[in-house]
Nanobody, 126 residues
Framework: QVYLAESGGGLVQAGVSLRLSCAAS????????AGWFRQAPGKEREFVAA????????YYADSVKGRFTISRDNAKNTMTLQMNTLKPEDTAVYYC???????????????????WGQGTQVTVSS
């Protein structure tokens, strides 16, 4: 089992950058494919970005492609989401997640992830 904890959220103005971190503990983090999701008020949780266990493969939602970058440091058991040129529509609670299945690929559906952090709020004002 792996335990996840996000940090780095906050209230920012549109156009600026923010960096989210996810700290993992428990089982070796590199054995998990991982990802970032977000949930805005009144909406379903949606995929943002995913990364394979080694970090070799990444994938992004169209809405964040070119603005967000997912990365991981397995030696430090951490994953980050660098968010640039933030928009008001990026406002949501952001969650990191890990999937306990084959780690050599990426996963986008929420239901394929088994472990979740508590979430961190990101609010982007216009």
């Amino acid at each position: 089992q792996v335990y996840l904890a996000e940090s780095g959220g906050g209230l920012v103005q549109a156009g600026v950058s923010l960096r989210l971190s996810c700290a993992a503990s428990g089982r070796t983090f590199s054995t998990y494919a991982a990802g970032w999701f977000r949930q805005a008020p009144g909406k379903e949780r949606e995929f943002v970005a995913a990364i394979s266990g080694s970090g070799a493969n990444t994938y992004y939602a169209d809405s964040v492609k070119g603005r967000f970058t997912i990365s991981r440091d397995n030696a430090k058991n951490t994953m980050t989401l660098q968010m640039n040129t933030l928009k008001p529509e990026d406002t949501a609670v952001y969650y990191c997640a890990a999937a306990s299945r084959y780690s050599g690929t990426i996963y986008t559906p929420v239901k394929l992830y088994d472990y979740w952090g508590q979430g961190t709020q990101v609010t982007v004002s216009s």
